[in-house]
């Protein structure tokens, strides 16, 4: 057995690295110039701490003790950080360190035994040639000679019979009566060594023999039990009786790394007639496997303890065993289940082979073993594979059905969109007061299968994952749905470029179409999504769930803002059947040309006159096609005049030209933009859809308006009406079109 180093100098001890580095910097900063020299003080055999002190210190001011108590301080942090990952670090070679300390310890009281007895032997042969003045070979021999005339003692006959006895015992296999024996002859060994006992006994040659003959015996029988042990027919009370039998024989360390690898050999051999095939593949091989191994390694920890105890050093041999057995079980796992479903999206064959290991993993908790935070790491890998797998499979199946969705809304008969049909009254009375298209439905039918295969792997804290392949899930259906909407300005970034030539959606052509496809993204955003999210996260009052609902969130205000954008651009950039803009600054700046008989009945103008038919039109759609959910509808059409006034207020062309253009605002125009935006604010107080947003807005755009016409030399505020007047004559143009 390779000598243990120590760790220590002869004179001094050695400090850890960063310890080290922060004495050096402490004594730079303090004075020394040369901080190994100082060191070699403290390694002298005569060094005085309290002299070094008062020589090195004494001069120093309390604020300098105070730091270099500070230094002191950290120091001590430093070194114990170093000593706990150096622990930590070097944990399995404490472990193989302690297994040798125990076997030379053992093999240290063999040569004590020895040394006892040649001492004894010496001591005795020195005596008797001391006694003796002249002749002392001849007299020697005559002495030891001179017993052979007398009868043994009942000492020697036992002395001279114990090695026969042993022998026929040994070849008879009867282990407990020669343990007894040995015991027996060492105990008759020590008695006489000691030679306490008064009594005539053996002679020292006598003892020498019968010791050799226990120590060879002794080995024999070690080897005879080691060597039954690694039989893997050996096992039950055969194989305990067999381990104690070496731990009684002082040779514990390695009697209990033999009862590790007979629990090891057995396993394997079980392992191997258990083939992944025809009916045992996937969950019915890993109940099985999972069986095998954790009762192997539970039946190992039960020997343990029963034969050893709780000694830390078998403890810890047992722990590190369990762990390397674990993560052999993970392999085949792997190899025969978990790669086939991570790479085809099988994530209820992974859920599944989770639940069944942790569970047989944590009965083992209760004997000390705690496994399962080491099984879980190994498994997440291969399960995120599969989870994600999943998520991609949902993804490319609702982007086939939305192909061919009418974006028609309705209640789902029965929910039958997956492999599996939805009976389950809960979900189906939770769902039926939301009407859904048949790409919605499949969705929500694929994210209730989903979740009820995630529902195991919540032990592998994997929820937040979870709701992030949620989120992602939504912000691809509103991907789709955005490219359903028909757009004007083509923005084929914005919609997902990348994903353009994969992704043919039907168009959502009419009004109650584009309305049912907003419908789709709030209901799950909204009420779906979350409902079914709770079975990760119960209660939903975390900070987390809240943050994922609001990402839900953003992806239906994104899709909302797309819909007003390319309803509001129908207004800036279509053309009308004469070939103008529908909203032109001509419209304004040509009002003074012919001005005669406005005052006499001031109109609306007819873009606006058209905002408000398509606002009106917009909401009693939502309200038919959204009934129940007026709130959906309300948030559209506050969205849809913020958007028109953003656009009006962006768009740099129609104020290039109010502004610059060569003819300038006049009064009766700047009357006319006044009217037309107090129109629109008539128009959404009416609807009750009007922003806080919308209404800065349009107080905004009329300064501008005004800034304009001031640009003239004209003041606005004697050209303009009260602001009362132009409330009235909004409210009478409204009631006239309603």
Same mark, same amino acid.
Request: overall charge negative.
């Given at each position: 057995?390779?000598?243990?180093?120590?760790?220590?100098?002869?004179?001094?001890?050695?400090?850890?690295?960063?310890?080290?580095?922060?004495?050096?910097?402490?004594?730079?900063?303090?004075?020394?110039?040369?901080?190994?020299?100082?060191?070699?003080?403290?390694? %002298?055999?005569?060094?005085?701490?309290?002299?070094?002190?008062?020589?090195?210190?004494?001069?120093? %001011?309390?604020?300098?003790?105070?730091?270099?108590?500070?230094?002191?301080?950290?120091?001590?942090?430093?070194?114990?950080?170093?000593?706990?990952?150096?622990?930590?670090?070097?944990?399995?070679?404490?472990?193989?360190?302690?297994?040798?300390?125990? *076997?030379?310890?053992?093999?240290?009281?063999?040569?004590?035994?020895?040394?006892?007895?040649?001492?004894?032997?010496?001591?005795?042969?020195?005596?008797?040639?001391?006694?003796?003045?002249?002749?002392?070979?001849?007299?020697?021999?005559?002495?030891?000679?001179?017993?052979?005339?007398?009868?043994?003692?009942?000492?020697?006959?036992?002395?001279?019979?114990?090695?026969?006895?042993?022998?026929?015992?040994?070849?008879?296999?009867? +282990?407990?009566?020669?343990?007894?024996?040995?015991?027996?002859?060492?105990?008759?060994?020590?008695?006489?060594?000691?030679?306490?006992?008064?009594?005539?006994?053996?002679?020292?040659?006598?003892?020498?023999?019968?010791?050799?003959?226990?120590?060879?015996?002794?080995?024999?029988?070690?080897?005879?039990?080691?060597?039954?042990?690694?039989?893997?027919?050996?096992?039950?009370?055969?194989?305990?009786?067999?381990?104690?039998?070496?731990?009684?024989?002082?040779?514990?360390?390695?009697?209990?790394?033999?009862?590790?690898?007979?629990?090891?050999?057995?396993?394997?051999?079980?392992?191997?007639?258990?083939?992944?095939?025809?009916?045992?593949?996937?969950?019915?091989?890993?109940?099985?496997?999972?069986?095998?191994?954790?009762?192997?390694?539970?039946?190992?920890?039960?020997?343990? +303890?029963?034969?050893?105890?709780?000694?830390?050093?078998?403890?810890?041999?047992?722990?590190?065993?369990?762990?390397?057995?674990?993560?052999?079980?993970?392999?085949?796992?792997?190899?025969?289940?978990?790669?086939?479903?991570?790479?085809?999206?099988?994530?209820?064959?992974?859920?599944?082979?989770?639940?069944?290991?942790?569970?047989?993993?944590?009965?083992?908790? *209760?004997?000390?073993?705690?496994?399962?935070?080491?099984?879980?790491?190994?498994?997440?890998?291969?399960?995120?594979?599969?989870?994600?797998?999943?998520?991609?499979?949902?993804?490319?199946?609702?982007?086939?059905?939305?192909?061919?969705?009418?974006?028609?809304?309705?209640?789902?008969?029965?929910?039958?969109?997956?492999?599996?049909?939805?009976?389950?009254?809960?979900?189906?009375?939770?769902?039926?007061?939301?009407?859904?298209?048949?790409?919605?439905?499949?969705?929500?039918?694929?994210?209730?299968?989903?979740?009820?295969?995630?529902?195991?792997?919540?032990?592998?804290?994997?929820?937040?994952?979870?709701?992030?392949?949620?989120?992602?899930?939504?912000?691809?259906?509103?991907?789709?749905?955005?490219?359903?909407?028909?757009?004007?300005?083509?923005?084929? *970034?914005?919609?997902?470029?990348?994903?353009?030539?994969?992704?043919?959606?039907?168009?959502?052509?009419?009004?109650?179409?584009?309305?049912?496809?907003?419908?789709?993204?709030?209901?799950?955003?909204?009420?779906?999504?979350?409902?079914?999210?709770?079975?990760?996260?119960?209660?939903?009052? %975390?900070?987390?769930?809240?943050?994922?609902?609001?990402?839900?969130?953003?992806?239906?205000?994104?899709?909302?803002?797309?819909?007003?954008?390319?309803?509001?651009?129908?207004?800036?950039?279509?053309?009308?059947?004469?070939?103008?803009?529908?909203?032109?600054?001509?419209?304004?700046?040509?009002?003074?040309?012919?001005?005669?008989?406005?005052?006499?009945?001031?109109?609306?103008?007819?873009?606006?006159?058209?905002?408000?038919?398509?606002?009106?039109?917009?909401?009693?759609?939502?309200?038919?096609?959204?009934?129940?959910? *007026?709130?959906?509808?309300?948030?559209?059409?506050?969205?849809?005049?913020?958007?028109?006034?953003?656009?009006?207020?962006?768009?740099?062309?129609?104020?290039?030209?109010?502004?610059?253009?060569?003819?300038?605002?006049?009064?009766?125009?700047?009357?006319?933009?006044?009217?037309?935006?107090?129109?629109?604010?008539?128009?959404?107080?009416?609807?009750?859809?009007?922003?806080?947003?919308?209404?800065?807005?349009?107080?905004?755009?009329?300064?501008?308006?005004?800034?304009?016409?001031?640009? %003239?030399?004209?003041?606005?505020?004697?050209?303009?009406?009260?602001?009362?007047?132009?409330?009235?004559?909004?409210?009478?143009?409204?009631?006239?079109?309603?």
């Amino acid at each position: 057995m390779s000598a243990v180093k120590p760790s220590v100098r002869s004179h001094g001890i050695m400090l850890p690295d960063a310890a080290a580095k922060h004495m050096n910097g402490a004594m730079i900063m303090n004075g020394f110039e040369d901080p190994n020299q100082e060191l070699i003080a403290f390694e %002298t055999e005569n060094f005085n701490p309290h002299d070094f002190v008062d020589a090195k210190f004494q001069s120093m %001011t309390e604020k300098g003790i105070r730091k270099l108590c500070d230094e002191l301080t950290d120091l001590k942090k430093a070194s114990a950080e170093d000593m706990r990952k150096s622990v930590f670090a070097n944990y399995n070679s404490f472990i193989s360190t302690s297994q040798e300390i125990s *076997e030379l310890e053992g093999e240290i009281d063999n040569m004590h035994r020895l040394l006892l007895s040649h001492a004894a032997l010496i001591r005795s042969l020195a005596e008797s040639g001391a006694a003796i003045p002249s002749g002392p070979t001849e007299t020697f021999s005559k002495e030891f000679y001179v017993k052979d005339d007398q009868k043994p003692t009942e000492l020697e006959i036992r002395a001279e019979e114990i090695p026969d006895i042993l022998d026929v015992l040994l070849a008879e296999r009867k +282990v407990e009566e020669a343990l007894a024996i040995l015991e027996e002859g060492e105990q008759l060994v020590a008695e006489e060594h000691s030679g306490n006992d008064g009594n005539v006994g053996l002679t020292q040659v006598a003892i020498s023999e019968l010791q050799e003959a226990l120590s060879e015996r002794k080995s024999r029988l070690v080897n005879d039990l080691a060597e039954s042990v690694l039989q893997p027919t050996v096992r039950g009370s055969e194989l305990r009786s067999a381990i104690a039998a070496l731990d009684r024989l002082g040779d514990g360390p390695r009697a209990h790394t033999l009862l590790l690898h007979n629990h090891y050999d057995r396993l394997q051999q079980s392992m191997r007639e258990l083939r992944p095939s025809g009916a045992t593949y996937g969950g019915v091989y890993t109940a099985a496997l999972s069986q095998l191994v954790f009762s192997a390694i539970a039946q190992a920890s039960r020997d343990s +303890v029963t034969l050893f105890g709780e000694e830390p050093a078998y403890a810890s041999e047992l722990v590190l065993w369990a762990h390397s057995i674990t993560e052999h079980y993970f392999a085949l796992l792997k190899r025969h289940v978990l790669s086939s479903a991570a790479v085809a999206g099988g994530l209820r064959s992974a859920a599944e082979c989770v639940k069944v290991s942790l569970a047989h993993c944590l009965l083992l908790e *209760e004997q000390g073993l705690t496994l399962c935070p080491t099984l879980s790491k190994l498994m997440r890998p291969s399960v995120e594979q599969a989870l994600q797998a999943n998520l991609r499979k949902i993804e490319g199946s609702v982007a086939a059905l939305a192909a061919a969705d009418d974006w028609v809304l309705g209640h789902p008969a029965v929910l039958q969109h997956g492999t599996r049909t939805h009976s389950r009254p809960g979900i189906i009375v939770a769902t039926s007061n939301l009407k859904l298209s048949s790409s919605a439905h499949h969705l929500n039918v694929l994210v209730q299968d989903f979740l009820e295969d995630v529902e195991p792997l919540i032990s592998m804290h994997l929820e937040g994952m979870t709701l992030d392949g949620l989120s992602m899930l939504l912000d691809q259906y509103v991907d789709l749905l955005m490219k359903a909407i028909p757009s004007l300005d083509n923005d084929e *970034e914005e919609l997902g470029a990348e994903n353009s030539d994969r992704r043919k959606v039907r168009l959502a052509i009419t009004e109650g179409q584009q309305v049912a496809v907003l419908g789709n993204a709030a209901a799950l955003a909204d009420e779906l999504l979350p409902r079914l999210a709770s079975k990760l996260v119960p209660g939903g009052l %975390t900070p987390e769930l809240k943050d994922w609902k609001r990402q839900l969130q953003r992806a239906v205000d994104k899709l909302k803002d797309h819909l007003c954008k390319q309803v509001v651009l129908h207004f800036f950039l279509a053309d009308d059947a004469e070939g103008e803009s529908k909203l032109s600054p001509s419209t304004y700046l040509d009002m003074d040309n012919d001005s005669s008989t406005w005052h006499e009945d001031p109109n609306t103008s007819p873009m606006f006159q058209s905002l408000f038919i398509k606002l009106t039109s917009m909401h009693q759609t939502a309200m038919e096609v959204l009934i129940g959910r *007026e709130r959906v509808a309300h948030l559209l059409l506050m969205r849809l005049a913020e958007t028109f006034v953003i656009w009006l207020s962006n768009d740099q062309e129609f104020w290039d030209t109010i502004e610059q253009g060569p003819r300038s605002l006049g009064a009766i125009g700047l009357q006319q933009f006044v009217l037309d935006m107090q129109f629109l604010t008539q128009v959404s107080l009416y609807y009750k859809f009007l922003s806080r947003t919308t209404h800065q807005l349009i107080g905004d755009v009329i300064a501008r308006a005004n800034t304009a016409f001031s640009a %003239t030399g004209a003041d606005p505020q004697r050209m303009l009406p009260e602001i009362d007047w132009f409330v009235a004559t909004a409210k009478k143009n409204l009631h006239r079109l309603i």
